[in-house]
C-alpha cells in the first residue's frame, strides 16, 4: 500500500509516494507558473496519473490520496477557496480529482491542519496533544491542534491568522491579507521593504542594484546577514509582529509547543530565540513557560506529510466501516 500527498502553495505544487509508514519513495515539485482556475486542476490531475504511473512501474499501489490547500477546504461540498489561486473562489477540486482518481478514497485539507498534522505524525508535535504550527509563506496561517484533535471552526475557517489585528488603525492594504499578513509574511516582508526603498532617496546598501519590483523576502534575508539598513527594520518589525502573534497563540490556548515553519522559516530559524524573547514580553506569564517554540523538523515536507497522514486516517475509517 502506497500514499499520495499534494501540497498545493501559492507558487508550487509538490507531489509525494509515500509508503504507509511515512517513508517518501518518490517526489516532485514544479511551479505553478500562471496557471489559474482549471489549469491548477488540470495540473493536479497530471501529477496525480503521473505518480500512479510511477507506483503501478514500482508494484506499489496508490491507496488513498490527501490534497493539502492553501485556503478553506470546504468538507461537504469539496470545494476550495484558494486567495492566492486566480479563480478558485468557489473551486470544486474534489470532483476535478476524481476524473483522474474516481476509485481511491480523495481528503483535502487546508494547508495549516496538514501541517500540524505533519508535524504530530513525523515531526516536532509527536507525542503532543495541544500544538500549534504557525505557517509563514507566501501568506500566514496556523494549524492548532486542541486535544489531539485539529480546531476547525463551524464553517472550516479556524486558523486564518494573517487576519489577526496587531497594528492600529485600521488600514486598506488589510483586507485582501489581513494586518499579520500584510506585515510578516513572505509577500509582506518583500512589500514592505519594497515600499521603504522607493521612499528612501539616500538609500545605499546591499540592494541598491536590483530594481525594486524585483526583491523578494529572501533578498531583505540575505541584506539582513549584512546588517543592511532596510533589511535589519524590516526584519526587525517582523520579529516584533511574530513574537505578538505567538504570546498571542500561547495565551488563548496554552499548548505543548508552538512550531514555526512554511517557507519564511526557511531563513527565520535563526530568529526564534528572538521571536520567543519579544513573545514572553506579552504572552499570559505561566504559560509562556510551559511551551517550547521551536523549528518544524518537516521543513517544505509538512504538508506533504499531513496530507499523507489525512489519507492513512481516512483508509482507517473505511476500514472500520
Same mark, same amino acid.
Given at each position: 500500500?502506497?500514499?499520495?500527498?499534494?501540497?498545493?502553495? %501559492? /507558487?508550487?505544487?509538490?507531489?509525494?509516494?509515500?509508503? @504507509?509508514?511515512?517513508?517518501?519513495?518518490?517526489?516532485?515539485?514544479?511551479?505553478?507558473?500562471?496557471? =489559474?482556475?482549471?489549469? *491548477?486542476?488540470?495540473?493536479?490531475? @497530471?501529477?496525480?496519473?503521473?505518480?500512479?504511473?510511477?507506483?503501478?512501474?514500482?508494484?506499489?499501489?496508490?491507496?488513498?490520496?490527501?490534497?493539502?490547500?492553501?485556503?478553506?477546504?470546504?468538507?461537504?461540498?469539496? /470545494? *476550495?477557496?484558494?486567495?492566492?489561486?486566480?479563480?478558485?473562489?468557489?473551486?470544486?477540486?474534489?470532483?476535478?480529482?476524481?476524473?483522474?482518481?474516481?476509485?481511491?478514497?480523495?481528503?483535502?485539507? $487546508?494547508?495549516?491542519?496538514?501541517?500540524?498534522?505533519?508535524?504530530?505524525?513525523?515531526? &516536532?508535535?509527536?507525542?503532543?496533544?495541544?500544538?500549534?504550527?504557525?505557517?509563514?509563506? /507566501?501568506?500566514?496561517?496556523?494549524?492548532?491542534?486542541?486535544?489531539?484533535? *485539529?480546531?476547525?471552526?463551524?464553517?472550516?475557517?479556524?486558523?486564518?491568522?494573517?487576519?489577526?489585528?496587531?497594528?492600529?488603525?485600521?488600514?486598506?492594504?488589510?483586507?485582501?491579507?489581513?494586518?499579520?499578513?500584510?506585515?510578516?509574511?513572505?509577500?509582506?516582508?518583500? =512589500?514592505?521593504?519594497?515600499? !521603504? !526603498? @522607493?521612499?528612501?532617496? /539616500?538609500? $545605499?546598501?546591499?540592494? =541598491?542594484?536590483?530594481?525594486?519590483?524585483?526583491?523578494?523576502?529572501?533578498?531583505?534575508?540575505?541584506?539582513?546577514?549584512?546588517?543592511?539598513?532596510?533589511?535589519?527594520?524590516?526584519?526587525?518589525?517582523?520579529?516584533?509582529?511574530?513574537?505578538?502573534?505567538?504570546?498571542?497563540?500561547? &495565551?488563548?490556548?496554552?499548548?505543548?509547543?508552538?512550531?514555526?515553519? %512554511?517557507?519564511?522559516?526557511?531563513?527565520?530559524?535563526?530568529?526564534?530565540? !528572538?521571536? &520567543?524573547?519579544?513573545?514572553?514580553?506579552?504572552?499570559?506569564?505561566? &504559560?509562556? =513557560?510551559?511551551?517550547?517554540?521551536?523549528? $518544524?523538523?518537516?521543513?517544505?515536507?509538512? %504538508?506533504?506529510?499531513?496530507?499523507?497522514?489525512?489519507? !492513512?486516517?481516512?483508509?482507517?475509517?473505511?476500514?472500520?466501516?
Amino acid at each position: 500500500m502506497a500514499l499520495l500527498g499534494i501540497d498545493l502553495g %501559492g /507558487t508550487k505544487l509538490a507531489t509525494a509516494v509515500l509508503s @504507509e509508514d511515512g517513508r517518501i519513495i518518490n517526489k516532485d515539485n514544479c511551479v505553478l507558473g500562471y496557471r =489559474k482556475g482549471a489549469e *491548477v486542476g488540470a495540473l493536479i490531475r @497530471e501529477k496525480i496519473i503521473a505518480s500512479m504511473d510511477y507506483a503501478e512501474r514500482d508494484g506499489l499501489k496508490i491507496s488513498s490520496i490527501g490534497i493539502s490547500v492553501p485556503g478553506i477546504s470546504h468538507s461537504g461540498s469539496g /470545494t *476550495v477557496w484558494a486567495p492566492n489561486i486566480p479563480g478558485w473562489e468557489n473551486y470544486p477540486l474534489l470532483t476535478e480529482v476524481k476524473k483522474a482518481s474516481s476509485e481511491i478514497p480523495v481528503t483535502i485539507d $487546508s494547508d495549516r491542519a496538514c501541517y500540524i498534522m505533519g508535524e504530530v505524525w513525523k515531526g &516536532s508535535a509527536r507525542g503532543c496533544r495541544n500544538a500549534i504550527f504557525l505557517a509563514v509563506g /507566501t501568506g500566514i496561517g496556523v494549524g492548532i491542534m486542541i486535544e489531539g484533535e *485539529v480546531l476547525r471552526g463551524s464553517h472550516d475557517i479556524a486558523g486564518a491568522i494573517g487576519w489577526m489585528a496587531l497594528d492600529r488603525p485600521f488600514r486598506d492594504q488589510y483586507i485582501n491579507c489581513g494586518c499579520f499578513e500584510h506585515y510578516a509574511s513572505g509577500e509582506g516582508i518583500a =512589500k514592505i521593504a519594497r515600499k !521603504l !526603498l @522607493e521612499e528612501d532617496k /539616500t538609500y $545605499s546598501g546591499v540592494l =541598491k542594484n536590483k530594481p525594486a519590483v524585483k526583491i523578494t523576502s529572501h533578498d531583505i534575508f540575505s541584506a539582513y546577514e549584512h546588517s543592511d539598513i532596510v533589511a535589519v527594520k524590516v526584519i526587525g518589525q517582523c520579529i516584533e509582529f511574530w513574537g505578538m502573534a505567538v504570546a498571542n497563540l500561547v &495565551s488563548l490556548f496554552n499548548p505543548e509547543k508552538i512550531i514555526l515553519g %512554511g517557507g519564511v522559516f526557511g531563513p527565520a530559524v535563526s530568529l526564534i530565540p !528572538l521571536i &520567543s524573547e519579544e513573545a514572553s514580553r506579552w504572552a499570559q506569564p505561566v &504559560s509562556i =513557560k510551559q511551551v517550547s517554540i521551536v523549528a $518544524s523538523a518537516l521543513a517544505g515536507d509538512a %504538508g506533504i506529510f499531513g496530507a499523507c497522514y489525512m489519507a !492513512l486516517k481516512a483508509i482507517s475509517r473505511l476500514n472500520k466501516n
